[in-house]
């Protein structure tokens, strides 16, 4: 029995694991009109932000707001694309 709930734990963990070393599974999504996108954590950077805006937006995109809390491990950008 013990060697099951281990076995169980470490399966949850590492899927723990692989969402955080995933972030372009984080949606992006529409309010009003712009896109929202986060990419917090300690895995990802305002890197993985804007390779998101890219993906959205074929012909670029323009910043409306770029959030982030003293810590860095929020990291929350709006933005529209290009016509």
């Given at each position: 029995m013990y060697r099951v709930n281990l076995i169980m734990v470490f399966a949850i963990l590492l899927t723990g694991c692989q969402q955080l070393l995933n972030g372009q599974s984080q949606p992006v999504v529409i309010k009003n009109g712009n896109y929202f996108t986060s990419c917090g954590g300690a895995v990802e950077t305002w890197g993985s932000c804007n390779n998101k805006?890219?993906?959205?937006?074929?012909?670029?995109?323009?910043?409306?707001?770029?959030?982030?809390?003293?810590?860095?491990?929020?990291?929350?950008?709006?933005?529209?694309?290009?016509?």
């Open positions: 805006a890219m993906n959205i937006c074929k012909n670029g995109y323009t910043t409306v707001s770029k959030e982030e809390n003293v810590t860095g491990t929020k990291r929350e950008l709006t933005f529209v694309c290009n016509k």
